[in-house]
């Protein structure tokens, strides 16, 4: 069964598993990212290395191909907490389109990590209800908490 966590009691132990947003859409985002060592804003900060052209050309002498890069903006960071949180991951999944689509990222995850306890920290001006309804519509288990934003 859902169950909405207060603010005081939302860094307790309870779930393996914690979800935010990108640090502008929610204050708890900021203030976990605290606890992570300014993990999430230095992610945010992070410029993927290019390919030089030295080794492009020596694949291309080889006839091979590179992988493509998988991961793009819209995608969530995970984060191990182990020694830093009650939790043993943190999920930051960016609220780029709608808020549909931040849940749905939610659940892909947290389907890939094979179901562990989850506790969600909404984004500013979202309710247990408006979360509830669209995670409804991708899974049946209500075994989750949610703090919402103060």
Known sequence: ???VISQANS???GAELWATPQLEASRSSQRLDWYLNFQIAK??????????PQVKKIVQACE???PENPIDGNQGLLISTTHLLPARWVLVQPLVADFKNWVSGIHQSWESLKHP???IFLPTHKTAADFQSQWSSLS???????????
């Open 140 to 150: 049946d288990s209500t075994d989750y908490g949610i703090v919402l934003d103060a």
């Open 117 to 119: 306890q989850l506790r």
């Open 11 to 13: 860094y307790n132990a």
């Open 64 to 66: 091979l191909e590179l």
């Open 43 to 52: 992610a945010k900060m992070h410029q993927r290395l290019e390919t030089s």
């Open 1 to 3: 069964m859902a169950v």
